[in-house]
């Protein structure tokens, strides 16, 4: 096949925020070197983004937490109310378990931690490129031990688990082991394709937007 007829994979159009300066720039040389993506811009704050409009073409942003002014929190929670909002995924240096939660609840699709080993944080961002989420083993059991012991939320999907097929059933509960959708089908013999179609069909037949929230309806049941 020639180089011409490849089919070429589009980059996916991601940015950072990022008070650091030496930081952002370390991450900003990863990102450019990454060939599934397109590098849109590093900003220094929440506000410096809020101004630039071309933070509305960004389809996956990474949020310092502590940022100056508007924290990360703040800034996600903000995001999440667009129209059409980018992932975002946290950068910290904390596992302090009630950053964790205060992250996934603003509305993150991933968590990475700085002070991973570069090669670690290197293959963590590669997954939240690829599969667009990024939630450690370490992390998805902490979930799921959080979601045990707390009480009943006022909206109980747990019915909605009897809707899964069995595939679908085994993908669900292979996510609290597994971080990427390559690794869950691996587990099972699937591509990693199938098991997104799987997760997409989950995440429609429990009512849910994400990893997390899927994980908390499997962790209802659990508690029941």
Known sequence: MSQSSRKK??????????????????????????????????????????????FLIVELLFIDLGLPGMSGLELISRINNLQNPPRCVVLTSSLEPDDVFSAIRSGASGYLVKSLDPHIFLENMKQVINDGVSLSPFIARMLIDEF?????????????????????????????????????????????????????????KLHVNSKSEALAVLAQECRS
């Open 9 to 54: 994979v589009p980059r996916k159009k991601t940015a950072l925020v990022e008070d650091d300066p030496v930081y952002r720039a370390y991450l900003q040389g990863l990102l450019i070197k990454t060939p599934e993506v397109e590098l849109v811009r590093g900003w220094e704050s929440a506000e410096a983004m809020l101004a630039d409009t071309r």
């Open 148 to 204: 045990r012991h707390t009480q009943p939320q006022a909206i109980d999907n747990r019915n909605a688990l009897k809707n899964l097929t069995t595939r679908e059933r085994q993908v669900l509960e292979c996510m609290c082991s597994h971080v990427t959708a390559k690794g869950i089908g691996a587990s099972l013999g699937l591509s990693h394709e199938t098991v997104r179609v799987h997760m997409k069909k989950i995440y429609q």
